[in-house]
């Protein structure tokens, strides 16, 4: 080999250390995209949850008590609330809704019955998850005192009748004639 | 086929033969192989998978397997199709073809290159370990929620679950390090004069793909991570009971999961013209027209995820801007049928092996894309969701569009790869046998879901029965005729008649100016592109 051939071959390997730096300083970039997209991933849950709560996306009702202010009643309408329960897997409860529906005046404060007995022999605790259809319905329905804001503990066959004082805000567009509220109760054993 | 190159290179004389070879290489055509190769034994693997769960469909009632093991056979075969077959097989092509198109010696980060490629493998075990493991008693077998892990299934779910998740980190890891590295590739090796707006399709399609992967990898790696969390370490993400809610799960990984689609076919998409522009003989049609549609394409798949998921329940606004945003994506890919029938259009044409296959895929994409819009209707997609014809659309988008599209390129591309012709009789028999069989496979499945049958179930009530024995003949039919691929490839691989350098008469291209097979270690002067 020349010293001439000599010299450019090691030209070109020192334009190979400047390229492959270029590389490895890109590489390292396209990794802090990387890195932000799992960030964007994590954020998404409050940011979820946000969503949820402004918009009424999937039912989601107040988990603590709403202050009664002085409210008017609107008494040109009438509002079907009906009511639903299931009992999650795991929970060893028979849980119903005391009557099928309510019909209550925009304004109006109301309360409605759930009756839950344990058939187990066992102390067990449960705690109610509620959801509301049609969705944009589900800011609409506030409440002032309900068993879900809880957990409940039964003992040993015991049969506890659990309120839920409730309104529903006057501000409800007049096209929602009928509400679904659904409660399901899931057990908390392993759950806080 | 690389000692006449290496004597050129004393600096690379000593590299390590046999098994360490594999293993440690970092050339970008070693890697490409071992990319390409798994993939065919994963497709081979996940296709005996739905062998099996045709068989169990032949006929009504439980037959052969239990219903667990059948859901088991679905996600895993799922899971491997994509992750481990189609996934693979883009990157592999990338690996051989990306440096020779655009003039670059190597891939630029060829350690990255050789661990992403040897993360494969252990992933592959981990989705099918639990199988094995159930087999002595270990566990209750491998995933069996689907490939869409979805909570409060996927929670209370076995140890295949956990398996699972750990896969889809190591696929993820992969990927993410194949696409950063086909990125910086891109942008920093590319020969003196060849700009981006004049890199080959391939390398376009490749461009977006790999963005698109950076960007939704990561959070479907957060979500299941999340899901991992939920089942062991009492977090509540998914879990309505602590608060949480399992919808979002849906949004997470569909937020993956659709772009995931064009991430399977952006590549193919590149494939597409240049092959089209080989046998019709004329520079293909719309170069700018096309790369713009990528483009649109690729942003317009990051936010139209929920669509998948119409029927679990969203306010009328979301419903709507999903529906419409789903169906934008129908005009840039108008674009592009365009662009390729145009590409064609009065071209002097020859129907070789790949443009039997390129041709045929037009056409049954074009079934997969316009059944898509179906499934994008609000209102259809009441009735339509989680039906059989949602399996028929996904298989005519996935293995048509995927998969029959990676064959085009296999065809396309292996003389070059090997420097034999492969078996062109063979090749026409296994195009046609497949594209007959396919369309007789899931023809019957579109009726199937219109009339009502659900999809991920190993019974059916009697009136589907006789289109699920015209699907489980054909879907035979159509694995054995793989087995032809399978053999043409490895016989062009041992020998066969010597292709020429230009292979294909009307090739245009850098990779068509390399020798056939190419060196071991080409383009270490750079090309100058004009």
Redesign the interface.
């Known amino acids: 080999m020349s010293s001439q051939e000599e010299s450019s071959h090691n030209e070109s390997l020192s334009a190979d250390e400047i390229?492959?730096a270029?590389?490895?300083r890109?590489?390292f970039k396209?990794?802090w995209?990387?890195?932000g997209?799992?960030l964007?991933?994590?954020s998404?849950?409050p940011l979820?949850?946000v969503l949820?709560t402004v918009?009424?996306?999937?039912?989601k009702t107040n988990?603590t008590a709403t202050t009664l202010n002085d409210t008017k009643v609107d008494t040109t309408r009438w509002v079907t609330v009906q009511f639903t329960s299931s009992t999650?897997p795991g929970l060893g409860w028979n849980f119903q809704p005391k009557q099928a529906s309510l019909k209550v005046r925009p304004g109006q404060v109301e309360t409605a019955l759930f009756e839950a007995k344990n058939i187990t022999s066992q102390v067990v605790s449960g705690?109610a998850?509620p959801s509301v259809?049609p969705?944009?319905a589900a800011s609409h329905l506030k409440k002032i005192e309900c068993f879900c804001f809880q957990k409940q503990a039964l003992n040993p066959g015991e049969t506890k009748v659990m309120p839920l004082r409730f309104f529903v805000s006057p501000d409800i567009p007049d096209d929602i004639k009928e509400m679904t509220l659904s409660y399901?109760f899931?057990?908390?054993e392993?759950?806080? | 086929m690389s000692t006449t190159a290496v004597a050129h290179h004393d600096e690379h004389a000593a590299h390590p033969t046999g098994i360490m070879r594999w293993l440690t290489t970092t050339n970008h055509k070693d890697i490409g192989t071992m990319y390409l190769t798994f993939s065919l034994i994963m497709f081979l693997v996940g296709g005996c998978m739905i062998l099996g769960i045709r068989a169990e469909l032949f006929q009504p009632g439980l037959q052969l397997m239990k219903p667990d093991f059948f859901n088991q056979l679905i996600g895993v075969h799922a899971l491997i199709m994509i992750f481990a077959a189609l996934m693979p097989a883009a990157t592999g092509f990338a690996n051989w073809m990306i440096p020779l198109q655009i003039g670059a010696p190597d891939m630029?980060?060829p350690r990255?290159n050789n661990w992403g490629f040897w993360l494969l493998p252990p992933s592959a075990i981990l989705l099918t370990l639990p199988f094995t493991l159930a087999l002595f008693g270990i566990g209750d077998g491998a995933l069996a929620t689907g490939w869409t892990f979805y909570p409060p299934l996927s929670i209370q779910g076995g140890i295949g679950v956990d398996f699972a998740i750990f896969a889809v980190h190591l696929l993820g890891i992969s990927s993410?390090l194949g696409?950063?590295?086909i990125?910086?590739t891109l942008?920093?090796?590319r020969a003196p004069g060849m700009t981006l707006m004049k890199m080959p399709m391939f390398a376009w399609g490749w461009l977006i793909t790999a963005f698109l992967l950076?960007?939704?990898?990561?959070?479907l790696?957060?979500?299941v991570t999340?899901l991992l969390t939920d089942r062991h370490f009492?977090t509540?993400?998914f879990?309505?009971?602590?608060?949480g809610?399992p919808?979002?799960f849906q949004?997470?990984f569909w937020?993956f999961g659709h772009p995931e689609v064009y991430i399977l076919l952006l590549p193919v998409w590149g494939f597409i013209p240049q092959i089209l522009q080989t046998f019709s003989r004329k520079p293909m049609y719309g170069y700018k027209a096309q790369v713009y549609s990528f483009w649109a394409i690729g942003a317009l798949s990051v936010v139209v995820w929920a669509h998948h998921f119409f029927t679990a329940?969203?306010?009328v606004p979301?419903l709507l801007y999903f529906m419409y945003s789903t169906m934008a994506i129908s005009l840039p890919l108008a674009v592009l049928f365009f662009c390729w029938i145009k590409t064609m259009w009065r071209g002097s044409m020859s129907f070789e092996t790949p443009m039997l296959f390129t041709v045929g895929w037009i056409i049954l994409f074009g079934i997969g894309g316009l059944t898509g819009l179906v499934l994008a209707d609000v209102a259809a997609d009441a009735q339509y969701h989680n039906s059989y014809f949602v399996v028929a659309h996904f298989h005519y988008t996935l293995f048509a569009g995927g998969i029959m599209g990676i064959m085009a390129g296999v065809y396309y591309w292996l003389p070059k790869m090997t420097g034999h012709m492969y078996n062109e009789k063979l090749g026409k028999l296994h195009f046609w046998l497949t594209a007959i069989s396919f369309n007789l496979t899931f023809i019957p499945q579109f009726f199937l879901g219109l009339a009502g049958m659900p999809r991920r179930i190993p019974d059916y009530a009697l009136q589907f029965a006789e289109f699920n024995m015209i699907s489980s003949i054909a879907a035979f039919v159509l694995g054995l005729s793989q087995l032809i691929f399978v053999y043409n490839i490895i016989s062009t691989i041992k020998g066969g008649k010597k292709a020429s350098d230009q292979v294909w008469e009307g090739a245009e291209g850098l990779e068509w100016t390399l020798s056939s097979p190419p060196p071991y270690h080409s383009f270490s002067e750079q090309p100058i592109v004009k």
């Open positions: 390229r492959s270029a590389n490895r890109l590489g396209m990794a995209i990387v890195l997209s799992l964007f991933a994590f998404l849950v979820y949850n949820c918009t009424g996306l999937n039912g988990d999650m705690r998850v259809t969705g944009v399901a899931f057990s908390v392993n759950a806080q | 630029a980060l990255l993410v696409s950063i590295n990125i910086v942008f920093n090796m950076i960007a939704t990898i990561p959070v790696a957060g979500a999340m009492g509540h993400f879990d309505a009971a602590g608060g809610d919808i979002l949004h997470l937020f329940g969203m306010p979301a």
